[in-house]
């Protein structure tokens, strides 16, 4: 008889009022049930940090005013929190997962992984030396008609890939929201607080690792076309590239927080030589599988024909519809399968599937090649692997 | 500043191993964190009950094997549930409820309310007796767009409604699945369980009570074409109908569970006197809505033009796809907000909606009518009120 | 090496100024140049006849006052007409096809054939006699899609049909366009030119021809509810009907003019014992094919997975989107291809396909059988053969 | 009263047996009855030649073996053609047009216009000397649809454009078709009588002038990636590029003939600082006009939403869809209008729109700008105006 493992104590650092993010991780968390939310350190301010952890019901004495309190605190505890999500402002992120690490702690942290990609390197040694869990919420690869794709290319279903076109458009920054005192619109395009990139980093980095994700293929070089297209703006929001990858495929990627009518528009696309995968992250729960020579299919999440891999990751039957938090919380649930592992002293599972802070790295190299590209006159630049 | 509502504490009845709706309440009542899932009588095996508690983290002495152990256990102690979930099949929800009512509990009860309309009634009676509250999971009525298209049409904003067409099409009872010993097929397709009505009650219920909620009309009387497509099968597995409503629209209803290539099709159609909406379950996050001479717009949950009625119960922006469980947990919440209120014997909130008992018997008087116009060669018969 | 047929010379009666099918009628003939349009008889008024084939570009004396000048006229000429496309109100549909018939031309007629069954059979007994050929455009089964489906029914594909769910929803008669003066709307909506049948004639034959079409099973029998939706309007804008076929399948029918935001929404669903197929006439270049226990397809027109039947009545490559006017030109074109064995005293080619009197008389019994149970409180009422 | 101008008679170079393109270009000129087809040099092969003529129903003497024939033995005749369709393989569109022009005639050309700038230019010189009309058949920009949005776009209705994403997406060249005897595939794939271009001229040249045709916007300068991805082929199958407008706007584009899936791809965005506009050409009924802070809209075509520029080329009312053959018959029936205007001595309609050769050149200037930057790693380059 099975026994459920308890739920791994997590505390939090960011997320608290006006925030979207944090209120995603601690449903994310919670969904699987693999996680109890316990302690925060929930705001750069004191005073909202404490407020925030009470509004969210969260014991006075564990709703900290910093995070080096909390990990100080937490530590003290015996039943201390053993996970921490990280999702604050970019800039805090290196510092913040620092901590957490040299504090023995396993951690979840939001994308991107910094603000450069030395920052990260620093941070992925740490990772590295502390033997601890890292994840990076690359959410988009927990739908389960993502893994059904990465699976099914994996496999060889669509022979060798030719051609990935991936974007990501959204229109929310279509005007200067960020003068408006929109707190995410504010720090987003805040080089202080979000790094040198704009859309290329808060969804530009999505659609990249989207696209490796399930082309599983390194994009080697990218030409890029960087652009604030919204008079005054510091950062772009509006970025066009072109991609080679590493056995020869092609590429184009956009992304865009200007695209009028576009609200969350993450789609890829990949063309190998015997088939052809669409995907859409609006209409999540159906791939659009086309053989050469056969008519598309439209391959549902929960169907018959969808593959272990994404059957493994799904809670409902076919037709009634996961969304994004249930992809986010497949995130958490993977991720908590590695913590129970790590604390049994066992090996990960060999199915376990979460992005990890590899694939944080990446995604900071891409985003310094891209700026570099766009500099140079969307010259081809190399990503550093 | 704000205390969150301690969580409610819940317990189950049914819902253990093998159960598909027994898991989407759990994950529904955790997602918003306005439950504890702290006690179950999780199957009417004894054994197999205490096993499924176990197996969910339950202690021990919370496993009870039945339900009048439940009760009575739970009664007992300081911290004992508040409310139970009873998800079993059709036959078992009124002696269930009938049990918790006596004990003072609050009731969340699956569909079908009943397995006749007598039976129903007698448990409003008990309802209205104890004061507690008293739901009935018609849970696609979470959906923040089914709730947009009810306040347009509520708010006038289509005029006097002329025409309904609502359907739900499923496939996964196309050949005789109960044969192969699948659970969910066996039990309702069998008369002693399931209760008269096959796809009627399954899902034909849910469906009329979707074409009520949004059109805020009643239907008056069903012509009925009821039939058990695949041979052997002892209850209807595809019901088609006629609808009169009481102030003259019309409409047709469509269920059917041998509709090859739907998986959980249900999609309501209203058409009014200056505007039309469609929403399709599939495919949740929006609602078409065509005004008289203009061009046909796609709203969406969470946009500008998402009315307070669906923002108010949405978690997430624009883009971000909200499903089936988000729309369940809506059900959880709202249900939740009353307990609480009548916790601290206030009022109801003024905005808090969630089906309710009356709403059950509704389906029952449906169920009953349609089976008798089916028996009579669809003959118009009347849905008593 | 192959000479193309001369082109079919062709009459129309009907059609001219301010109509709208008549110049689908001539744009049908012309695509294919299959036919020569030379002479009209194009209202019932005769200035109007005659200005309207000049504004056409008839000569002045083939440009007639009325159809029985035309027959009387072309009959004296060696290059006189060889058929005749009668597109009037449906009152005069009858006697202009007699007096065709009676002349020894092919008649290509509108539907609904006549304005009784018994006026039909009349007509049908005089079609006989004549030898000529008699084709009424129910011009939906000239889409290569509808016939690819109807093929793989023929070809046992889906198996036994289970249920057929067909709708025809538009919207343009939602206000009393009637009484402003718009022609279309003035003589659809008058008992007098249209016959007892409103959106029933219009459009429910359309849907239920289709629906016999693709199944290739009969309806036996209809319990309809009629309705004149707006106030005033003496014919019905909305029918729902329940539908039985020969051979057990059921069915649910709707046509409606009142559906706000519909513009011509022909939908056909044909669910068997192994497959399901669905189609939409606003999307007519793909069909919905879902075999059990696979990932529905999306077959195109064109495509290699198109089946010869629609293959062979279609002109363009995949992707290239053909539509109405392209459906309509088939029905002309096989007709073309009838006329010319006719013509060559041979037997029609076997794969040749239009529709015929017989589906006429069809649309005209169930009209009938339709007006009787709307007036009998939707009783099941058979339709006569 | 109006007389109709005579149908203008149409000679056509080219477009013979197992040819796609002139079969569509004699339904195009047919469609709408502004054109006669009277003679033909069908073919590079003077028997093909005559034969396929003969087989098209043109009699013998009308049946030329090659074009300068045609041309020579068409001036000979008082009832002569007066517009030539010139239908070839790319590399014979020049010195045919020439021929044309040079005997007093009107040319339809098909596109890419030339196999070089430099030859395109010369065309130019000729065409402008003669003072005939010359269109080059972009027939994309006869979609009503098309025409709305580029309305929209000039009315200020979007504001500044911003971004243009366009792409052009096909399959049929996965494989080497070319080597199968597939002669459409043969002459496209083979620089002696494609020019330098594959996919690019193929299609690319559609997309950008999709792309400048409805944002009003010139492309000055692209970063484009060319690729031959299938092995052995020699020229390009896909092509990626970065685009820049004059005005600022950004923009990307896709041409791809491997794409897996993918019958005819062609689509179009367009966002500006108020809206964005979406249309695909295999649904090209509709247009998706999204305006910022308001539920996108779908507009379609001869609706009320239309815009006159919409209206005025469209035959059918809403939901009786049109496609590809009523878009191109739409360059053909504009160009007749120019033609009459011209034999009639008057000035141009003042509403007339068709593709000329000035876009003939821009599609020469664009190949040949995308080659050279494809040639020197995707550098960019200018387009030369």
């Not at 994308?111 to 590295?128: D, H, I, N, Q, T």
């Not at 995968?277 to 018959?304: H, K, M």
């Amino acid at each position: 008889m099975s026994v459920p493992a308890p739920r791994i104590r997590l505390g939090m650092i960011g997320g608290g009022e006006d925030a979207f993010i944090g209120a995603v991780h601690r449903i994310a968390a919670r969904l699987d049930d693999r996680y109890e939310f316990v302690a925060g350190a929930l705001s750069s301010s004191a005073e909202k940090s404490i407020r925030s952890g009470l509004a969210l019901g969260l014991p006075r004495e564990r709703s900290y005013p910093d995070y080096p309190a909390m990990i100080a605190g937490e530590a003290k505890r015996a039943d201390g929190v053993e996970a921490v999500a990280i999702v604050t402002p970019n800039h805090v992120h290196v510092p913040a997962a620092q901590a957490c690490l040299a504090a023995g702690l396993h951690v979840i942290c939001d994308k991107p992984l910094a603000v450069s990609l030395a920052e990260a390197r620093g941070l992925a040694a740490a990772a590295a030396g502390s033997g601890r869990i890292f994840a990076v919420t690359y959410n988009y690869t927990g739908y389960p008609m993502v893994r059904h794709a990465r699976a099914m290319v994996a496999a060889g279903e669509i022979g060798r890939v030719r051609v990935v076109q991936v974007e990501y458009a959204q229109d929310w920054l279509s005007t200067r929201l960020e003068e408006s005192g929109q707190k995410q619109a504010a720090w987003r395009t805040d080089p202080a607080r979000s790094g040198p990139a704009g859309a290329l980093g808060d969804i530009g980095t999505h659609a990249f690792n989207l696209a490796e994700f399930v082309s599983g293929e390194r994009v080697v070089s990218v030409a890029c076309d960087l652009q604030a297209t919204v008079p005054g703006r510091q950062l772009d929001d509006n970025a066009q590239m072109l991609l080679r990858f590493r056995r020869g495929a092609r590429g184009g990627l956009w992304a865009s927080q200007v695209a009028v009518g576009r609200e969350n528009g993450l789609c890829l696309r990949v063309y190998g030589e015997t088939a052809g995968l669409e995907w859409r992250q609006e209409e999540p729960n159906s791939l659009r599988v086309s053989r050469l020579g056969e008519a598309p299919r439209v391959v549902t999440r929960a169907s018959a024909a969808a593959r272990p891999e994404a059957a493994r990751v799904t809670r409902l039957p076919g037709g009634h519809p996961e969304g994004y938090l249930e992809a986010f919380a497949t995130i958490y649930s993977e991720v908590a399968r590695a913590i129970v592992a790590h604390k049994a002293g066992a090996a990960l599972p060999s199915d376990v599937s979460f992005p990890d802070i590899g694939e944080g790295m990446r995604g900071m190299a891409f985003i310094e090649a891209a700026i570099r590209s766009g500099r140079s006159d969307a010259r081809w630049t190399e990503i550093e692997s």
